[in-house]
């Protein structure tokens, strides 16, 4: 038996869990599974750090580790305010993706994400110089993960194109892919099909990616608002890129299935 909670961040779901004897990448396969475990996004698992406050586990609901999770480190550090690990305000969480700086309040949670990576290597994108596939131009970057943002219009059909891109022999990781309308100079839809997880409802990197991409590009101010499926995200690129959004509890209960 495992005792668990449940949190969403506009949408995004996950899983936070005590540190088990199981395997870390089965046990996020069984509890993720949305016919025949409690089903979510991923699954987190807090450790002590060295080097910050504390350390965060992330896994993909295919078992796989991802380096950062945005939503997810905002619904991470809400469990461990909510148990007494860690206490509001300005704090530090370590990750695979480095340390993230978190300001922990009551109604909201803001990352700073630091500056993206442009000039990625080809372990990550071959070709970098410039990736147009199907037609249509990725934007590659690393910002606490891989992703691609593509500008796109309403008529476009993105759902035939999401696991092609991911998984495209360009990337070979496999990448993110967040499309984006852009509403006005303050404002963007983004939708995005995650490497590990597939379409969800919201994704806080690729939010935080599309803002600082759709400025870059001249295209929007340096402060926007993000639409997800799920809700809404707020995101600032004036300096480092900080994301702010909720984090929200949905449930608590033990696990009884097979591991």
């Known amino acids: 038996m495992i005792r668990f909670e449940k949190y969403h961040g506009t949408g ?20 993720c599974d949305r016919h025949f475990g409690i089903g979510a996004d991923g699954i987190m698992i807090p450790h002590p750090s060295d080097i910050a406050d504390i350390k965060m586990e992330y896994l993909n609901s295919d078992g796989s580790p991802a380096p950062m999770c945005g939503n997810g480190l905002r619904c991470f550090v809400r469990y461990c305010l909510n148990h007494g690990l ?31 990576l442009l000039d990625l290597d080809s372990k990550y994108v071959i070709d970098n110089h410039e990736v147009v596939i199907e037609g249509l131009t990725l934007h590659t970057l690393f910002l606490g993960t891989l992703h691609a943002v593509i500008i796109v219009d309403e008529t476009i059909d993105i759902q035939s194109l999401g696991e092609k891109l991911s998984y495209h022999p360009r990337f070979p990781q496999a990448i ?50 993000v639409i997800v499926s799920g809700g809404k995200l707020h995101v600032n690129c004036k300096d480092d890129v900080i994301l702010t959004g909720p984090a929200v509890k949905i449930a608590s209960g033990i696990f009884e299935g097979e591991i």
């Open 176 to 225: 993110n892919v967040n499309f984006v309308n852009i509403l006005d100079r303050k404002t963007i839809r983004v939708t995005t099909h995650e490497r590990g997880a597939g379409w969800t409802l919201s994704c806080g990197t690729g939010s935080a990616a599309s803002a600082f991409m759709t400025h870059l590009l001249d295209l929007t101010e340096d402060e926007v608002t």
């Open 12 to 31: 995004n779901d996950f899983i936070l869990i005590e540190p088990q004897l199981n395997d870390s990448s089965l046990l996020a396969k069984r509890l």
């Open 86 to 116: 860690l206490a509001k305000g300005p704090l530090t969480v370590e990750t695979m993706a480095g340390i993230i700086d978190v300001d922990a309040q009551d109604d909201a949670i803001s990352l700073n994400l630091g500056l993206p």
